[in-house]
């Protein structure tokens, strides 16, 4: 019964839930919860999960294949033509130094020079999934160290396909074939001349290009002409894995030609249905491939030669967090994006157990190298988020913010009633209005990079986590009258709001909801300026609209005051309901019938008869009409 598919479903799936929320709870990142589930139910501990985990790892490397194929869609061509400088510069860096230092440490050991370069390239790759996830997760994606890491990911996975196709040539098989049980394994251009092999990849780009404009596109639109949700759905998961046996046919990494794929589709009209149709896919495989590598850690292995393991598993860190803080330095990267550059990226990645099984399959390595770097490989992934807590709660506030400090703090002491907290699209729209009436805010940011940038455009920005009470109080908290809350990461909201509250009451708050469910959190916390961040221009396009089906303007100016009066007192009403009770939307579809009968009954009520002042074309009929 246990080996069936169906209880390791319910495995996996009761293990995300449990370890997950558990993760979560205590303010941990979901990934951690994902491998210790793996941990958990894997082979070596409660055994629920056999010794095949190796088959269920392959099968879930199909979750990175999907992120990368929404990260291309999320790229337009033109963009990720900007980005070649950044991916070339600090990706060769980082590979070429890793490799390096990694080469000479294992030959060090004792390891033969063949065997020692495998290894290498295997240690110089970093985990996409997990970094990216963990990036999303914090809200990073946008900072100078999110595109940083992106830039050194992508070239990874490019020079991946260069690392497998090295590779063969250091085999101890005559002609470099594989061995003779492992030939399922072989792909196209194994058996093609070295010119040939080059043509085979640069076709199957180019292929993947032609097809994405004259193929794709055109099937996608007689798809969605069926007006059939489920044919779309098949549709796009057709996509990324034809496009991913293709790339793995000719031999290349199936993760890069999914995000070849979408970045040739990122112009199309169906970038943002692949994107909804693919996310909740994507985020469940996600969590498959790591709870795969928890439950593919060998303790037995560990067992045997821990000291052997543990040194090199510090010292492939230690080497990797050296090399990437250099890349950081080298790129002027600020202190604090620099650290958290070396501590996200300081793990061996997903395509390590690629390389390391193929080389395996040539005779390069033998089976106890191979089991050690397996068990190397899924313990540094598993740590990455254990080390970024650390870095995250003790490093950084140390370390990473005092520096930043040092520079404005004779500035921030001539602080303003005001203080901003996040200056990205949201906060730098609220401070350049309040700028242009002539009302200065102490703003404060975590970006490092962007501080410097609207420093230069003349803004007075700070860098500095509000987390911290400290910095809080260096902005002039203790004389503030105002805190506007303009951070794009909930959880963050809530502890500022929550530090703001206990520390300095008399401090006015108004925070930043990114929807209905945040403000009914921020309202349970006692919070009475919420602004959600879509109501407004909802509203404005919906008044725009009646506007152009002749609605007078004025009319729709108090129409929508109303809406969003009646709107706030419902979020008030129903703050404190369960939101998973049925007693919830029953009361939920009272009170939205009764806002609509409301806002009819004014409309109706011609309580605006006479309000014509701010409608042009009304004043301009009334004009005439007197003339007349």
């Given at each position: 019964?246990?080996?069936?598919?169906?209880?390791?479903?319910?495995v996996?799936?009761?293990?995300?839930?449990?370890?997950?929320?558990?993760?979560?709870?205590?303010?941990?990142?979901?990934?951690?919860?994902?491998?210790?589930?793996?941990?958990?139910?894997?082979p070596?501990?409660?055994?629920?999960?056999?010794?095949?985990?190796?088959?269920?790892?392959?099968?879930?490397?199909?979750?990175?294949?999907?992120?990368?194929?929404?990260?291309?869609?999320?790229?337009?061509?033109?963009?990720?033509?900007?980005?070649?400088?950044?991916?070339?510069?600090?990706?060769?860096?980082?590979?070429?130094?890793?490799?390096?230092?990694?080469?000479?440490f294992?030959?060090?050991?004792?390891?033969?020079?063949?065997?020692?370069?495998?290894?290498?390239?295997?240690?110089?790759?970093?985990?996409?999934?997990?970094?990216?996830?963990?990036?999303?997760?914090?809200?990073?994606?946008?900072?100078?160290?999110?595109?940083?890491?992106?830039?050194?990911?992508?070239?990874?996975?490019?020079?991946?396909?260069?690392?497998?196709?090295?590779?063969?040539?250091?085999?101890?098989?005559?002609?470099?074939?594989?061995?003779?049980?492992?030939?399922?394994?072989?792909?196209l251009?194994?058996t093609?001349?070295?010119?040939?092999?080059?043509?085979?990849?640069?076709?199957?780009?180019?292929?993947?290009?032609?097809?994405?404009?004259?193929?794709?596109?055109?099937?996608?639109?007689?798809?969605?002409?069926t007006?059939?949700?489920?044919?779309?759905?098949?549709?796009?998961?057709?996509?990324?894995?034809?496009?991913?046996?293709?790339?793995?046919?000719?031999?290349?990494?199936?993760a890069?030609?999914?995000?070849?794929?979408?970045?040739?589709?990122?112009?199309?009209?169906?970038?943002?249905?692949?994107?909804?149709?693919?996310?909740?896919?994507?985020?469940?495989?996600?969590?498959?491939?790591?709870?795969?590598?928890?439950?593919?850690?060998?303790?037995?292995?560990?067992?045997?030669?821990?000291?052997?393991?543990?040194?090199?598993?510090?010292?492939?860190?230690?080497?990797?967090?050296?090399?990437?803080?250099?890349?950081?330095?080298?790129?002027?990267?600020?202190?604090?994006?620099?650290?958290?550059?070396?501590?996200?990226?300081?793990?061996?990645?997903?395509?390590?157990?690629?390389?390391?099984?193929?080389?395996?399959?040539?005779?390069?390595?033998?089976?106890?190298?191979?089991?050690?770097?397996?068990?190397?490989?899924?313990?540094?992934?598993?740590?990455?988020?254990?080390?970024?807590?650390?870095?995250?709660?003790?490093?950084?506030?140390?370390?990473?913010?005092?520096?930043?400090?040092k520079?404005?703090?004779?500035?921030?002491?001539?602080?303003?009633?005001?203080i901003?907290?996040?200056?990205?699209?949201?906060?730098?729209?609220?401070?350049?209005?309040?700028?242009?009436?002539?009302?200065?805010?102490?703003?404060?940011?975590?970006?490092?990079?962007?501080?410097?940038?609207?420093?230069?455009?003349?803004?007075?920005?700070?860098?500095?986590?509000?987390?911290?009470?400290?910095?809080?109080?260096?902005?002039?908290?203790?004389?503030a009258?105002?805190?506007?809350?303009?951070?794009?990461?909930?959880?963050?909201?809530k502890?500022?709001?929550?530090?703001?509250?206990?520390?300095?009451?008399?401090?006015?708050?108004?925070?930043?909801?990114?929807?209905?469910?945040d403000?009914?959190?921020?309202?349970?916390?006692?919070?009475e300026?919420?602004?959600?961040?879509?109501?407004?221009?909802?509203?404005?396009?919906?008044?725009?609209?009646?506007?152009?089906?002749?609605?007078?303007?004025?009319?729709?100016?108090?129409?929508?005051?109303?809406?969003?009066?009646?709107?706030?007192?419902?979020?008030?009403?129903?703050?404190?309901?369960?939101?998973?009770?049925?007693?919830?939307?029953?009361?939920?579809?009272?009170?939205?019938?009764?806002?609509?009968k409301?806002?009819?009954e004014?409309?109706?009520?011609?309580?605006?008869?006479?309000?014509?002042?701010?409608?042009?074309?009304?004043?301009?009929?009334?004009?005439?009409?007197?003339?007349?």
């Open positions: 019964m246990t080996g069936s598919i169906l209880f390791q479903a319910i996996f799936l009761a293990g995300a839930i449990i370890c997950v929320s558990i993760a979560k709870r205590l303010g941990l990142s979901s990934v951690l919860g994902y491998l210790l589930a793996g941990v958990m139910i894997g070596f501990v409660l055994g629920y999960i056999g010794e095949d985990g190796q088959d269920i790892l392959h099968f879930a490397e199909f979750g990175v294949v999907v992120m990368l194929f929404l990260i291309g869609l999320e790229i337009e061509p033109k963009n990720f033509w900007k980005m070649r400088k950044t991916i070339l510069g600090m990706g060769g860096i980082q590979v070429a130094g890793t490799m390096l230092l990694s080469y000479v294992f030959v060090f050991l004792g390891f033969e020079w063949k065997v020692s370069l495998v290894i290498s390239m295997a240690v110089a790759l970093s985990s996409t999934a997990i970094a990216l996830q963990t990036t999303k997760e914090k809200g990073l994606m946008d900072t100078t160290f999110g595109t940083s890491s992106f830039s050194i990911l992508l070239f990874q996975d490019i020079i991946v396909i260069f690392m497998l196709g090295a590779i063969p040539l250091l085999s101890n098989n005559k002609n470099g074939t594989v061995s003779e049980n492992q030939t399922d394994h072989a792909s251009i194994d093609l001349p070295l010119g040939l092999q080059t043509l085979a990849i640069i076709l199957s780009v180019v292929l993947i290009i032609v097809a994405g404009k004259y193929l794709i596109v055109p099937m996608l639109r007689k798809v969605a002409n007006g059939v949700r489920e044919l779309l759905i098949a549709a796009a998961f057709l996509i990324v894995f034809g496009i991913s046996f293709l790339m793995e046919y000719v031999g290349l990494s199936p890069l030609g999914a995000f070849l794929g979408g970045v040739v589709l990122s112009n199309s009209e169906f970038k943002h249905e692949l994107e909804s149709t693919l996310e909740p896919f994507k985020n469940l495989l996600l969590g498959l491939f790591f709870m795969a590598v928890g439950a593919s850690i060998n303790f037995l292995v560990i067992a045997e030669s821990p000291l052997t393991i543990g040194g090199i598993l510090i010292a492939i860190v230690i080497i990797k967090a050296i090399v990437l803080f250099v890349t950081g330095h080298i790129f002027k990267l600020k202190l604090d994006q620099k650290i958290l550059l070396t501590f996200s990226l300081a793990q061996i990645g997903e395509f390590a157990f690629v390389l390391l099984s193929f080389a395996f399959n040539l005779n390069i390595l033998d089976q106890e190298q191979m089991d050690m770097m397996l068990v190397i490989t899924a313990l540094t992934m598993t740590l990455t988020p254990i080390i970024g807590i650390i870095n995250e709660r003790i490093i950084l506030p140390k370390v990473g913010t005092k520096e930043s400090i520079r404005p703090m004779d500035h921030i002491a001539k602080s303003h009633k005001i901003l907290v996040g200056f990205g699209h949201f906060g730098n729209t609220v401070g350049r209005f309040l700028r242009s009436h002539g009302v200065e805010a102490t703003i404060l940011d975590q970006d490092s990079n962007r501080v410097d940038f609207l420093r230069k455009m003349g803004f007075e920005v700070y860098y500095g986590d509000a987390t911290r009470i400290d910095l809080l109080e260096a902005a002039g908290i203790a004389d009258k105002i805190l506007i809350c303009a951070i794009d990461n909930p959880n963050v909201t502890q500022v709001t929550k530090l703001v509250k206990s520390k300095y009451p008399h401090v006015e708050l108004m925070i930043r909801a990114k929807n209905r469910y403000a009914y959190e921020l309202l349970n916390m006692g919070i300026n919420i602004y959600r961040e879509s109501l407004e221009t909802s509203l404005t396009l919906a008044k725009d609209v009646l506007s152009k089906m002749g609605f007078r303007k004025y009319t729709l100016n108090r129409q929508v005051q109303k809406f969003i009066k009646y709107d706030e007192d419902i979020l008030r009403r129903l703050a404190t309901e369960p939101k998973d009770d049925k007693n919830y939307i029953f009361k939920a579809r009272q009170e939205l019938e009764q806002q609509e409301f806002l009819n004014d409309f109706e009520r011609g309580i605006v008869e006479y309000d014509k002042h701010w409608d042009s074309e009304a004043i301009r009929q009334t004009l005439m009409k007197n003339q007349d």
